[in-house]
């Protein structure tokens, strides 16, 4: 089955820097690969996904990248606020004509945005 | 927004009893999901549900767990006899059919066995 590892586990930058969290996965025929924001207590937020039709895709301060070749994706936040701070998970999913099948996580990393 | 709710937020429970988790999926969505998170780990597949039935569960969603939905609203996971390993955040998720395939979770159901 998919294996989705994910690097670093913790991470803290300046507020203002960037900040950029990478994801391989193993199954090449994962094609869907979405970005989940945890804040403390509450459930995963869907931030981002790409499809493996495209190579990026942005949204404001918050872009993900994906390698096919290499089955690498990451997640860059750049101008990082104070409100960035959370466990963000990346996941691979395949989309089928019938809807996603299961999402498999990575590990998640620990975002720390230091004011 | 629409978004995915759950009941309760927190459930204790002794070893050996049933608990029922309950979820509202978004009101549009067709797809329907659970998974659990142990404490400082990876959130983890259970099972997915489409069409009245099981499209796909995991080594985890073993003869102890079964899901339901029991009307046009409500999706439920159901563990039969709970054991202290089963203690973990459990999220319901949804997604629509169609163009977008985004899975939505809601903000946890927190299952401890004591």
């Known amino acids: 089955g998919e294996n989705v590892e994910q690097h670093p586990s913790t991470l803290s930058v300046q507020e203002g820097d960037s900040a950029v969290i990478k994801c391989t996965y193993s199954d090449s025929a994962s094609n869907y690969f979405p970005w989940y924001k945890q804040e403390l207590g509450k459930g995963p937020q869907l931030i981002i996904d790409?499809?493996?039709?495209?190579g990026e895709k942005k949204d404001q301060r918050i872009a993900v990248t994906l390698n096919k070749t290499a089955k690498h994706f990451s997640l860059h936040i750049t101008e990082t606020q104070p409100e960035d701070s959370a466990v963000y998970f990346c996941?691979?999913?395949?989309?089928?004509?019938?809807?996603?099948?299961?999402?498999?996580f990575g590990t998640g990393t620990r975002l720390t945005i230091i004011p | 927004e629409p978004e995915v709710t759950q009941t309760p937020s927190h459930q204790v429970t002794q070893m050996g009893q049933e608990v029922i988790l309950r979820c509202v999926p978004i009101s549009n969505h067709l797809y329907f999901y659970w998974y659990r998170q142990i404490l400082g780990q990876k959130v983890e597949f259970l099972v997915s549900f489409y069409n009245n039935e099981i499209s796909e569960k995991s080594e985890i969603f073993d003869d102890q767990f079964s899901v339901e939905r029991p009307d046009g609203s409500n999706f439920t996971l159901k563990i039969r006899s709970t054991k202290l390993e089963d203690s973990a955040m459990y999220f319901c998720a949804s997604s629509e059919s169609g163009r977008s395939y985004e899975q939505y979770f809601g903000p946890g159901t927190r299952l401890t066995v004591t």
């Open positions: 790409i499809r493996s039709n495209v």
């Open positions: 996941a691979a999913s395949i989309e089928s004509n019938f809807g996603n099948e299961k999402l498999t």
